[in-house]
């Protein structure tokens, strides 16, 4: 069975500039979480998709962020216009259920540059 | 204050060591606790997970709570070159982890 994956694993762009990530969860995951990792500090929680539904998106940083599961099987997360500050390592994770003890299994990352 | 303090380390054992990894946590309302391995340029997979304080033996690994001085610790037995990762602890009240910076692991033949 594949796994989480991500697009692209890297992305190097100019302060200013728009990107697109992109999150393919597991097939049959109706859970698809964002998470972020900035040089030097802990993983943190942006939001979480129920199918095609936001249930919680309380850790996204600002409306720079918008992320989106249409249809509820893949998900993008566009920055736009992209700061300095959004360097850093982006993963979604995906499980079946939400709750207490479900496993959420997470994807490579994408590397973000922010010039 | 961070909710997780980990220390990054890198820690270096050698091979057949056992290997302590410890975090504390602040925050009075995590239940849950877990244990993630991060290997480089790698998603971080969950390890172990614990509910609440106690031990939780699999394979080689124990975890262990101690809610009362806030602090988790994951054990290593036998370390193998293989367990050469990123450590990250992780505690919650919901279902969305908190997670401390992650503590480097060395383990050399």
């Known amino acids: 069975e594949a796994g989480v994956t991500q697009f692209p694993s890297h992305s190097v762009i100019e302060k200013g500039q728009t990107v697109t990530l992109r999150c393919d969860p597991i097939s049959g995951h109706d859970n698809l979480y964002w998470y972020r990792r900035v040089m030097g500090k802990e993983i943190k929680f942006l939001l979480h998709f129920v199918k095609e539904s936001k249930q919680d998106e309380s850790g996204m940083p600002n409306n720079r962020f918008l992320a989106e599961r249409t249809g509820g099987t893949y998900s993008t997360l566009k920055v736009q216009p992209a700061e300095l500050e959004d360097s850093g390592v982006y993963f979604c994770?995906?499980?079946?259920?939400?709750?207490?003890?479900?496993?959420?299994?997470f994807g490579p990352g994408t590397r973000l540059l922010v010039l | 204050q961070k909710e997780v303090e980990q220390d990054p380390g890198p820690l270096s054992v050698p091979e057949g060591a056992i290997v302590s990894l410890n975090c504390t946590y602040s925050n009075s309302a995590f239940q849950y606790f877990m244990w993630y391995r991060q290997y480089s340029r790698k998603g971080p997979e969950l390890l172990m997970y614990t509910y609440s304080s106690g031990n939780k033996e699999d394979g080689r690994f124990t975890a262990q709570v101690d809610k009362s001085s806030k602090y988790i610790s994951l054990f290593i037995r036998d370390s193998q070159p293989s367990d050469s990762a990123t450590y990250l602890c992780a505690g919650g009240g919901s279902y969305i982890p908190t997670f401390g910076r992650g503590t480097s692991l060395i383990v050399h033949p």
């Open positions: 994770a995906s499980s079946q259920d939400a709750g207490h003890g479900e496993t959420q299994y």
